[in-house]
């Protein structure tokens, strides 16, 4: 099968209605290779092809004294052709940013770091397809990327990890503003079909009240999320992906004691705490795996007063968890993949003991007595902005040694609200009792005036 050329693609397309515009397009895609050949034979003049790709690298990631490298060399060239009129794609914001992204950026994904595409969360390409987080859905863009451009990105994107192995099929970076990439060839994917994905975690406005208008969760419900945060119980927030986890967690985290030292541990930089609690006393530390092993004795001997594992992805997150949760630490935040609440003891407890063995039993009921409660989230319908709080469980362990739910809320799909229950276990009460007597009355009164009623 030939290739796919966007460049002839869009030429055959164009003239089709006998248009300037076929022209247009070919004297950009004319001008590209001008300037590629020019920038080449600059470098060849220089003898030195690895400051060239050092200076791509960069550029690549955001570097803006690179970029600027590139964009007024690229003027330069296009001067010296008396090109500056040339028509160029309508994605790009100007003349040399185009020429600069189709020889050697982001190509049609530079779009997405337009202040059009600011508020989306993911961008993907796959295999010539480029797609856009918009609104909630993924959306299919009219730019196309030919494979060997997307090789070329591919290979610039990898420069970003050196130490990577480049005969892998999977590999995971991040640029300079935080945007994570995964990278997907073969033989994990199909053939000629390649996949980047790029994820950025967009800063929402923290607070319990923005989470309510956006119908989230419910504005009854504001007085006694705050009362649980001042208590401090331990709080899993579980979900599918894209169901609000990690900022339903950032916004309970902003409502903080803001004096007390926390810890934080993420496998991707996520969530910047450093923005969100700017004065508040707390260490940032990216581990996953081993890495995390390895550091677990240090957090159980460090003074902080509460940790958060922004998401327990293995058995040896979630192992520490519960490890420090033995040793008394209160006011723990987590977020973890699952769709079953009542089944979080199981599915925890699969996951620590096919890590680190032990009883499963035993290791249910750690887990059982490591949280307090578990908030779920989900994303319902096929508009993946709408995110709602699907119920949540009290969880203990039994004196039978088995982990025991209790549901506090849920979500009427039907009627669009919330229902909840003023039930507050024996273990709870002790824990608030000790922890925040005012606290304990203010959720004692939020809980009296939410159950048995419609919560919107």
Known sequence: MDRFSFASYVS???????????????????????????FYKDWDALGDSGSALEIQKKAITGCEREKTFFKTRILQIVDSLDARGTAFPSWYSELSDAVYHENWGLAGLAEWFSPAFCGSSSAKIVADRIYFMDGGRMRLMPQRIERSRLDQMI?????????????????????????????????????????????????PKLSFEEQAARGTIP????????????????????????TAKTTFLSTWQSCEDPHLEGVMVETDPEIPLHRILPDSPIMQL???????RGISKNLLRSDADYFILAEARDG?????????????????????????????????????????GGDLGLTM???ASSFDYIFHFVSPGSDRSVKKLDSIYQ???????????????????????????????????????????EGLERMKQALSQLSGREAV
């Not at 990216?286 to 995390?292: F, P, S, T, V």
């Not at 008394?328 to 407890?349: N, Q, V």
């Open 12 to 38: 055959s397309f164009c003239a089709e209605e006998g248009s300037e515009t076929e022209r247009s397009v070919e004297g950009f895609y004319r001008l590209c290779e001008r300037v590629r050949a020019a």
């Open 155 to 203: 290979r610039a994107f990898l420069l970003l990890s050196p130490r990577e192995r480049m005969d892998r099929s999977y590999y995971e970076t991040y640029m300079l503003d935080g945007t994570r990439v995964t990278i997907y060839t073969e033989p994990m994917v199909k053939a000629d079909q390649p996949c980047i994905v790029l994820r950025r975690y967009l800063i």
């Open 219 to 242: 504005k009854a419900a504001i007085p006694l999320f705050k009362a649980m945060v001042e208590i401090g119980f331990n709080v899993a927030f579980i979900g599918a992906v894209r």
């Open 365 to 367: 009921c750690m887990v």
């Open 395 to 437: 969880m203990s362990c039994g004196k039978n040694g088995a982990a025991e739910y209790k549901k506090i809320c849920s979500y009427d799909y039907e009627k669009g609200c919330w229902y909840f229950t003023d039930y507050i276990g024996e273990d709870k009460l002790q824990y608030a009792k000790s922890s925040s007597p």
């Open 316 to 356: 040896i997150a979630l192992d520490t968890a519960v490890r420090l949760a033995a040793k008394g630490t209160k006011r723990m935040k987590m977020t973890f993949h699952s769709r079953r609440p009542d089944h979080f003891a199981l599915e925890a407890a699969t996951e620590i003991v096919k890590s680190t």
């Open 286 to 292: 990216i581990a996953d795996g081993e890495e995390l």
